[in-house]
Nanobody
Framework: QVQLVESGGGLVQAGGSLRLSCAAS????????MGWFRQAPGKERDVVAG????????YYADSVKGRFTISRENGKNTVYLQMNSLKPEDTAVYYC????????????????WGQGTQVTVSS
């Protein structure tokens, strides 16, 4: 059972940056594909970015391409989401998730989830 803990959320002005971290409990988590999702009030939980266990493959939702960067440090069992040029519409609870196999964009494809971290972008 992999436990995931997100951190790094907060309140930031539009145009600002934040870096989210997701720490995994197990060393073997370095072999999992990792994803970042977000959920705004009243909306579905949607994929933001994904990264393969080697880090060689990444995926980004169109809405964050060019602004967000996903990365991982397997030696630290940690995945990051660097968020730049933040917009008010990026406001949401951000979750990290883990799965075996290739990157997928549906939340139902992920087996393990963190508790989420709130990101609020003011205009």
């Amino acid at each position: 059972q992999v436990q995931l803990v997100e951190s790094g959320g907060g309140l930031v002005q539009a145009g600002g940056s934040l870096r989210l971290s997701c720490a995994a409990s197990e060393r073997t988590s370095s072999t999992y594909t990792m994803g970042w999702f977000r959920q705004a009030p009243g909306k579905e939980r949607d994929v933001v970015a994904g990264i393969s266990w080697t880090g060689s493959s990444t995926y980004y939702a169109d809405s964050v391409k060019g602004r967000f960067t996903i990365s991982r440090e397997n030696g630290k069992n940690t995945v990051y989401l660097q968020m730049n040029s933040l917009k008010p519409e990026d406001t949401a609870v951000y979750y990290c998730a883990a799965r075996w196999g290739p990157i997928r964009t549906q939340k139902s494809d992920y087996n393990y989830w963190g508790q989420g971290t709130q990101v609020t972008v003011s205009s």
